[in-house]
């Protein structure tokens, strides 16, 4: 239901200290925020401050960006973005990244794959498939300016990503007709 | 194929407070005899109120209600066990102080939400989880002697009890604090969440001039007439019987009889309906002799009783007999209802059953022959469930647009609205125009109760269905099936729609959809997120394997591997929820105008 209702009305509403409004925005775009701040690696402490400011930033500068107010999930991605990446260091972003997350829980059999599917994807696809997947779904504007991708190759990139899941989920499903029958 | 599912019970969980002082107090022996007798009357009590024990631990006890399987009123059932047990440990108490000098002081914690259970049909194994140490921490703060209830609990009994707020705490291992509300009261025999029976009848003129006809018309060829109402659970088929008894009683006798939960006492209901013929007529129900005896042992007495007493009334006028919630009936009550339709001699009784189409999932012999005429009740349209909506939440009380954004999502339930509406004006600014917010948890366990009633296939088609969408067709639900399953589909998928799950989907070939937007939602959460992710991706190879597939089959396979992915990487942990922003703006903002 939330995806029906204008952007330009939530942010005006916020802007008239209307707390629906506010809500609003963050019910809209908060995936969107966190999983941008995510795709770049940050750890969940990191990713959560670069999160928070981002919002902090929008509250202070919401009167100034009237005018980006149809577009506030792209000005969103994009302050996330670059938040990030200034956490990161900009040494740091200019590097491939390498994924600093806690183990996983150890697990055997069918879970163990599963996992490693998801956890073996190339990180260019991790990254986009993250950030594509939010709920709701993003604009190719908003991820976009989340991963600072060109928006024309979004689409292929998104189809390239599913045709890798899809090839290394194949040899999992087949097993798992096998245990089912 | 999985058989675990997630489901939503009620957890009532009890320690005996200060039990170390007592065992200082008392010789191991006796304190043994006295904790075996507690937790004989805590397993009587719960077993009593449809509850398991699920465990001992120490000196706590753990039932747990809805397991094997879930009942629309499990919260209740938890809340009068608890205070039922309450009663009886002060009872056992006497006993205990004269043998022992001592007393028991028990501390309880009652929490209601989603647990991960196994196959009810191999005795359920159960996971316990945040529900479970949410009811632990509730017990752990209570005084001696208190029930605490959790929020969600107190939400689904609200109306039965009388509850005092306590602080809210935070338990171990969380950052949100939790609500609690002490229990000091609970009223016998009201539902959970009263019904408003009270809202002026929309839309079911059509219904009510049928019933009407039936019982002007007489006869028929018969003295007796039976007509059933069926209908899903909230469409409104208990307000339809009120508004007609209401008419009819203008010109007949009415009397008003209602299926216990437990189904089984075809005398109780004929005890209903006896003690109302008794007060409107002003003489003692004694027609024949000593029949309505309610531990009648012979099944012939009472129903010829039955019979007596309905004909005894029809010779001074019409009577009209109603039976609301027929679907738990077992069979010797719907043998009654058989038995008066075809034995009664006297014209003029009119008998109307209501009950959910699950009647004729547990006995299809109903429809064949003994449900005489069949009234099927249908959701309201939109613009009715919308009128509906304006008349419970009061004059002036809906902005614009609002009633008709209730209605759709109730999808012309005239239950889901009003218990949406309840939830949102409980709320200081109900978000109007907005996301409605969650499923109210009354509602929530309505479905689960359907679901719930399945067969072990019949749920796992749905679940499979669930995953193809609210519409799918025959075909896609095949394909993802486990083999062996595949042969007996068709068969299963009918009798979903015999239950009223699905109906048959005119858009497109061999189609069916799910009757309710939320039963396509309950059936889908209830599979664990493992599976989601592969069956998600066995739905999208088989649409990227078709030979001919159509152009939007790329989007909706990008969408089921978009799920699978999804489900994947919240399991490998790489999805925690988004934080709540701490920022706000500071009231209004001054806008400037752009550059």
Redesign the interface.
């Known amino acids: ?2 995806a029906s ?1 204008d952007v330009r009305d939530l942010a005006l509403a ?4 209307d ?2 409004g ?3 925005l ?2 809209r775009f ?2 969107l ?3 941008t701040t ?1 795709a770049y690696g940050l750890s ?1 402490d990191d990713g ?1 401050d670069a ?2 400011t981002t ?2 930033r ?2 202070e500068q ?3 960006l ?2 980006q107010y149809g577009q506030l999930g792209v000005w969103l991605a994009a302050t996330a973005r670059r938040e990030s990446l200034r956490l990161l260091g900009a040494a740091r972003a200019a590097e491939p990244l390498t994924q600093k ?2 183990s ?1 829980p150890p697990s055997s059999g ?2 163990a794959l ?2 490693r ?3 073996e994807l190339p990180e260019h696809c ?1 990254r986009l ?2 950030v ?2 939010t709920t709701p779904p993003p604009s190719h504007e908003e991820v976009s300016a989340a991963l600072d991708l060109p928006v024309d190759g979004i689409a292929a990139a ?2 390239a990503c ?1 045709q890798e ?2 090839h290394r ?2 040899t ?2 087949i097993r ?2 096998v245990e ?2 | ?1 999985q058989r675990e599912v997630r489901k939503t019970v009620s957890v009532v969980f009890s320690d005996v407070a200060g039990s170390t002082a007592l065992a200082e107090q008392l010789d191991p022996e006796s304190l043994r005899r006295a904790m075996t007798r507690y937790f004989e009357v805590a397993r009587r009590v719960h077993q009593r109120h449809g509850g398991v024990v699920e465990k001992f631990i120490g000196d706590a006890v753990m039932a747990v209600f809805g397991i094997p399987h879930v009942h629309e009123d499990d919260a209740l059932r938890a809340v009068r066990a608890a205070w039922e047990l309450r009663e009886q440990v002060a009872d056992l108490n006497h006993e205990l102080e004269r043998e022992l000098g001592v007393a028991l002081h028990v501390r309880t914690g009652v929490n209601t939400g989603l647990v991960l259970a196994g196959d009810a049909h191999e005795g359920q194994a159960f996971v316990g989880g945040d529900t479970v140490n949410v009811a632990a921490r509730l017990e752990h703060v209570a005084g001696a002697g208190d029930v605490l209830l959790g929020e969600a609990t107190h939400k689904l009994v609200a109306d039965a009890v009388v509850v005092q707020p306590v602080a809210p705490f935070v338990p171990r291992g969380k950052t949100a604090p939790v609500a609690a509300f002490r229990l000091l009261e609970v009223t016998p025999g009201v539902e959970g969440l009263a019904r408003r029976l009270d809202a002026p009848l929309v839309g079911r003129d059509r219904e009510l001039a049928t019933l009407e006809d039936l019982l002007d018309r007489g006869g028929g060829g018969r003295a007796c007439q039976l007509v059933t109402v069926l209908g899903d659970a909230g469409v409104g088929k208990t307000r339809l019987l009120h508004a007609f008894a209401e008419r009819a009683g203008r010109r007949a006798l009415v009397l008003f009889g209602r299926c216990p939960a437990d189904g089984s006492a075809a005398a109780e209901v004929v005890g209903q309906l006896a003690a109302q013929a008794a007060a409107a007529t002003g003489r003692p129900p004694a027609w024949g002799s000593g029949w309505l005896d309610p531990v009648a042992t012979d099944p012939h007495a009472l129903f010829r009783g039955a019979r007596r007493l309905v004909e005894t009334l029809a010779r001074s006028g019409r009577v009209v007999v109603v039976l609301d919630d027929l679907h738990l009936a077992e069979q010797p009550l719907l043998d009654l209802v058989e038995y008066l339709r075809d034995f009664t001699g006297e014209a003029g009784v009119l008998l109307v059953a209501a009950a959910r189409r699950e009647l004729l999932a547990r006995w299809p012999w109903w429809t064949a022959r003994a449900a005489g005429a069949v009234l099927d009740l249908e959701p309201l349209g939109e613009a009715e469930a919308a009128e509906l909506a304006v008349h419970l939440a009061g004059p002036g009380r809906l902005p614009a647009g609002a009633a008709r ?1 209730v209605a759709a ?1 109730a999808e012309g339930n005239p239950l889901f609205v009003e218990q949406l509406l309840r939830q949102l004006l409980e709320r200081p ?1 109900p ?1 109007w ?4 917010g969650p499923v109210p948890p009354a509602v929530e366990a309505l479905v689960a109760v359907e679901l719930d009633h399945l067969t072990a296939e019949e749920r796992t088609v749905l679940e499979l269905a669930s995953v193809a969408g609210r519409v799918f067709d025959w075909a896609s639900v095949a394909a993802l099936a ?3 399953l595949r042969p007996r589909l068709g068969g299963v998928l009918l009798a979903l729609a015999r239950r009223g799950l699905v109906r048959a989907w005119r858009g497109q070939e061999d189609a069916f959809s799910f009757r309710h937007r939320l039963l396509r939602d309950a059936a889908y959460q209830a599979i664990p997120k ?1 599976e989601r ?2 069956l998600h ?2 739905a ?2 088989r649409l ?1 394997e078709a030979v001919s597939a159509p152009a939007e089959d790329d989007e909706t ?2 969408r089921h ?2 799920q ?3 489900y ?2 919240q ?25």
């Open positions: 239901m939330g209702i916020a802007a008239a200290g707390p629906r506010w809500d609003g963050v019910e908060g995936g925020v966190w999983s995510r969940p959560a999160a928070q919002w902090l929008l509250a919401l009167g100034r009237q005018d997350e806690p996983p069918r879970d599963l996992w599917v998801v956890r991790r498939l993250r594509l997947l998104r189809a599913f899941f899809r989920m194949a999992i499903s798992t007709e089912d029958s | 194929m954004q999502w600014d978000p125009g907005l996301d409605l486990p083999p062996r493992r992710a592969l991706v066995r999208a190879e990227a396979v990008g591997l978009g699978a992915y999804r994947l990487a399991l490998a942990g790489e999805e925690p929820p988004p934080p709540v922003p701490a920022a706000r703006p500071p009231g209004r903002v001054p806008v400037e105008a752009p550059a």
